[in-house]
């Protein structure tokens, strides 16, 4: 596989939520508005690159019986960096994600590229594996951060796009994208749309469906 593939294939055909199924419970909770979600796809993005970097680099000196302890040990350094660094330049931007920085250590993403492809590569595809799959990350948190918001509060980064009636205008803020519910359905289309676009992503059934006269056969 080429250097680009690594960065151009989380996008989509191998995006981490959409067809992974990973990092989802994160996307579902700080995608209310589009700050807030491009803060953490930031953060994230961040904690994938660096901690592939130096898993990599240190790879043949992890001893296999406590390889998962250091990689955890290295992501959550990481995450302690950050957000302390958020603390100190961006606080009301930290108060808005919770704890949902500090639970980065927990994501299936960051552990699992660490283990399934910065433990068995060099130091550059695995920064770059890690760049890949925080685009791909990233690009559903803001797609979903942008709808909630906009269609929640008729606002895009704090800025008014649609007017409510609140303010003189005709636009009726929904309140169900507030709620984490939205994001589960915005992400389900979003699965939806890409595998109608991109087939080979449609997983094949295990059991063929028969029909009714194959279903009455002996």
């Known amino acids: 596989m080429s250097l680009r593939h690594h960065i ?20 579902l909770a700080v995608t209310t508005s589009l700050t807030t979600a491009l ?3 930031v953060a994230l993005t961040l904690v994938l690159c660096g901690s592939a970097a130096v898993i ?14 250091v990689q955890i040990t290295i992501i959550a350094s990481m995450v302690i960096v950050i957000d302390e660094f958020l603390q100190a330049y961006a606080f009301q931007i930290s108060q808005r994600l919770s704890i949902f920085v500090g639970l980065i250590v927990t994501n299936c993403l960051v552990l699992g ?13 695995s ?9 791909g990350y990233s690009l559903i948190l803001l797609i979903v951060g942008a709808i909630r918001e906009l269609l929640g509060a008729g606002t895009l ?24 519910p939205s994001a589960f359905f915005i992400i389900a289309l979003l699965i939806w749309v890409i595998r109608t ?3 080979r992503q449609v997983e094949t ?6 029909t009714g006269a194959e279903r009455r056969q002996p």
């Open 56 to 69: 990599s680099l240190i790879r043949h000196h992890i001893p296999g019986s406590i390889r998962l302890i």
């Open 8 to 27: 151009t294939r989380p996008l989509i055909e191998q995006n981490p939520i959409t067809l992974q199924i990973l990092g989802i419970c994160s996307a």
């Open 157 to 180: 980064m704090g800025r008014t796009i649609l007017t409510t009636q609140a303010e003189g205008g005709w636009f009726q803020p929904l309140d169900l994208m507030q709620l984490a």
């Open 39 to 41: 803060t953490m796809s």
């Open 197 to 199: 676009v991109w087939t």
């Open 113 to 125: 590229r660490a283990e399934a492809f910065a433990m068995r590569n060099p130091v550059l595809p």
């Open 127 to 135: 920064v770059l594996d890690g760049l890949g799959n925080g685009l």
């Open 205 to 210: 059934t295990e059991y063929p469906l028969r």
